[in-house]
């Protein structure tokens, strides 16, 4: 760690809307956005798998796009609007993602869950019909090691089924 | 993992994004997408000083057409020309674009930045390769072109500056009769593929009067394979003819055994990349819409 002087001497102020909310922070650039969102914002329901780019448990939404938080400064994200799965519930009601996800099974530990929630959330808002391939290709970089995949499929299509008619 | 401390400064325009550099001097590094970079910081494999983000200009990021040529803004990240209905005029760009990694890095990752970084298992050298490539860069002394085959000198060296940009690549569209294709294999999505092979071809009826083949992730940069080329100009393309191109790609390719394959699986993966992308190019070129991008395990 550098000294405390040096420290703030390199930090940078940001503000990030979360959720809504805003969240005006004095950061270290090095600060990685996942961090930034469990640490400064104590939102930890953004989860950390790999720390490498591959797993996709970080996922979540900037200005609407799926992003690997793992792998992206809090600084970069300065000025733009982030989604985590804690934005997903609206008035107490869960977002009919999250209900698709449990009552098709999606899941089982939950630890992949809110970034291919967020993966699957930015593959919906353009195409609630999606086929099966783009299915795969959308949670293509998104890890799950419990549940082999197949549940989460038809949580997606049930989730798209949803939104659709909501 | 945190990368080393370093100190963060955000460019505004192009011209002050190379000044930075330039006065914050060799311990500092430009910023763009990130995927490549932010990785290699976290693991300490490199520890620059300063960061000069490129990702605040404005206006770095557009796909337009011009004198017969498609131009990319050096930030135009990959979802962007994925997406595009314009890219999809040079087939080769939109299989390139909507193979690589996985949606999220691809939300994020630069055309600019792939072709800084080098890495021979980069998809976008390989497939650009195959195609008249220009990039243009802005230095401290002004703008230049380089033909993209000058551009990259070896695995990770570009022809570039350290205070040197990449602000835009120029592609040429190719003439009617020409079609393309590019085709990578991959273990699984958020990786680099284990092989690739990019080829276009023009066509004059059924003789191929034109051919350029490269393959990738085979060598420390993208190889053309002009002997495999030698096959296919002038002949009709036939399973004969293009098994013959797809054994000289076979020996052009010089891989190495790694975590992605052995040397031997990596040379049977290019006669197959190499036959298909013929296959398919050769459809294109007669006009046929033929959805090729890379293929997973
Ligand atoms: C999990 C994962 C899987 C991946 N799989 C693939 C794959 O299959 N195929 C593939 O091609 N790529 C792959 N990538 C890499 C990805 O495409 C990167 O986005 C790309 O290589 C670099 O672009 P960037 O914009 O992220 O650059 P950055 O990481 O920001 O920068 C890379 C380097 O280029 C320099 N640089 C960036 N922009 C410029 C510029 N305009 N001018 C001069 N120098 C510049 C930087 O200083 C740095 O040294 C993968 C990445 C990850 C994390
Ligand atoms: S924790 Fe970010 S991709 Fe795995
Ligand atoms: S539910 Fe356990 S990793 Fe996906």
């Not at chain 1, 996800?101 to 699957?120: A, E, I, K, N, R």
Request: charged share 20%; hydrophobic share 40%; net charge neutral.
């Amino acid at each position: 760690m550098p000294e405390t002087a040096t420290v703030e001497k390199i930090a940078v102020k940001i503000n990030i809307n979360v959720n809504g909310k805003l969240y005006a922070r004095q950061v270290e650039p090095r600060m990685l956005l996942v961090e930034f969102l469990r640490e400064a914002c104590d939102l930890t329901g953004t989860h950390v798998g790999c720390d490498t780019t591959y797993c996709g448990a970080c996922t979540v939404l900037m200005n609407g796009l799926a992003v690997k938080s793992c792998t992206m400064f809090a600084v970069q994200a300065d000025g733009s609007e982030i989604t985590t799965v804690e934005g997903l519930e609206k008035d107490g009601k869960l977002h009919p993602i999250q209900k698709a996800f449990g009552d098709s099974y999606g899941l089982q530990c939950g630890y992949c869950t809110p970034g291919l929630m967020l993966s699957t959330h930015q593959l919906l808002s353009g195409n609630p019909e999606p086929s099966e391939k783009e299915i795969r290709k959308a949670i293509a970089g998104n890890t799950c090691r419990c549940t082999g995949y197949m549940n989460i499929f038809k949580a997606i299509e049930l989730a798209g089924r949803n939104m659709k008619g909501a | 993992m945190y990368p080393r401390s370093f100190h963060y400064h955000r460019a505004g325009s192009l011209e002050e994004a190379v000044s930075m550099l330039g006065q914050l001097g060799e311990g500092a590094k430009f910023l763009a997408g990130g995927q490549s970079l932010i990785p290699l910081l976290k693991l300490r494999f490199a520890n620059p000083e300063h960061l000069v983000d490129l990702n605040f200009i404005p206006g770095t990021s557009f796909i337009k057409e011009d004198s017969g040529a498609l131009h990319f803004g050096a930030m135009t990240r990959h979802a962007e020309i994925e997406h595009s209905a314009l890219a999809r005029k040079i087939p080769v760009l939109h299989d390139c674009a909507a193979g690589i990694a996985d949606v999220q890095v691809r939300n994020r990752g630069t055309i600019g930045g792939s072709l800084a970084e080098a890495d021979p298992s980069g998809d976008w050298t390989n497939a650009l390769i195959t195609l008249d490539t220009i990039v243009h860069c802005l230095g401290p002394s002004g703008a230049r072109t380089i033909q993209l085959r000058d551009f990259i000198k070896d695995a990770y060296t570009t022809a570039l500056a350290h205070d040197e940009l990449v602000t835009e690549v120029e592609v040429k569209i190719p003439p009617q009769g020409s079609g393309g294709a590019y085709l990578a294999f991959k273990r699984s999505a958020p990786v680099y593929p284990s092989a690739s092979a990019a080829v276009q071809l023009t066509l004059a009826g059924d003789v191929c009067q034109d051919a350029a083949i490269a393959l990738g992730c085979v060598g420390l940069t993208a190889i053309r394979a002009t002997e495999a080329e030698t096959a296919l100009r002038g002949n009709s393309l036939s399973d004969k003819t293009i098994a013959t191109a797809a054994e000289a790609a076979r020996a052009a390719a010089d891989p190495q055994t790694d975590m992605r394959g052995s040397a031997e699986y990596k040379r049977q993966l290019v006669v197959a990349l190499v036959k298909r992308a013929i296959q398919i190019a050769v459809r294109r070129a007669r006009g046929e819409q033929v959805e090729g991008a890379h293929l997973y395990a």
